[in-house]
T-cell receptor, first 113, second 111 residues
């Protein structure tokens, strides 16, 4: 059974640029959630996708957007990057009948200069 | 939104001792309480979870207890080993299937 995978592992961007992060869900899971984890903090919920639709959103501005594809993989897009966007971005997948039971990938470390 | 208080923020124990981490919450609608272990440079790993219809769950050296009346739940690790050293996060569901996390506890197990 393949776990959650994310790419890239690390990324450096400059303020104002745009970034796309990718996630492949665990086999058999059709729900994907994205979290932002600042250094020394717990993960914070960004949004969740189920059946290619946004299924809940946390307290993040509209410049954070996402997509889910028919194969359940997902993208997180962040426009107009700010210095405070520097963080570990985590993707978690879960089965449709237990969406709160979430399994995380290794994350993408984003540094905004 | 939901707030989760996690204590202590750091915990140092000797190998073989027990470790206990406690979380308190305010939303009585939460009914799912997972615990995650995060090692340096890795994503959080689900180690145990409990639902509100039970008071305790055990898996080998780790156990979780839940007191819904008092709104707190705890992680218990017995016979700690150096490889248990990591940051541990409690979480709970808020808004159906989204998770709210505590700020984490850094556990250091010394040989």
């Amino acid at each position: 059974e393949t776990g959650v995978t994310q790419s890239p592992t690390h990324l450096i961007k400059t303020r104002g640029q745009q970034v796309t992060l990718r996630c492949s869900s665990q086999s058999g899971h059709n729900t994907v959630s994205w979290y932002q984890q600042a250094l020394g903090q717990g993960p914070q919920f960004i949004f969740q996708y189920y059946r290619e639709e946004e299924n809940g959103r946390g307290n993040f501005p509209p410049r954070f957007s996402g997509l889910q594809f028919p194969n359940y993989s997902s993208e997180l897009n962040v426009n107009a990057l700010e210095l405070d966007d520097s963080a570990l971005y985590l993707c978690a997948s879960s089965p449709w009948d237990s969406q709160e039971t979430q399994y995380f990938g290794p994350g993408t470390r984003l540094l905004v200069l | 939104g939901e707030n989760v208080e996690q204590h202590p923020s750091t915990l140092s124990v000797q190998e073989g001792d027990s470790a206990v981490i406690k979380c308190t919450y305010s939303d009585s609608a939460s009914n799912y309480f997972p615990w995650y272990k995060q090692e340096l440079g890795k994503g959080p790993q689900l180690i145990i979870d409990i639902r509100s219809n039970v008071g305790e769950k055990k898996d080998q050296r780790i156990a979780v207890t839940l007191n819904k009346t008092a709104k707190h739940f705890s992680l218990h690790i017995t016979e700690t080993q150096p490889e248990d050293s990591a940051v541990y996060f409690c979480a709970l569901n808020s808004g159906y299937s989204t998770l709210t996390f505590g700020k984490g506890t850094m556990l250091l197990v010394s040989p």
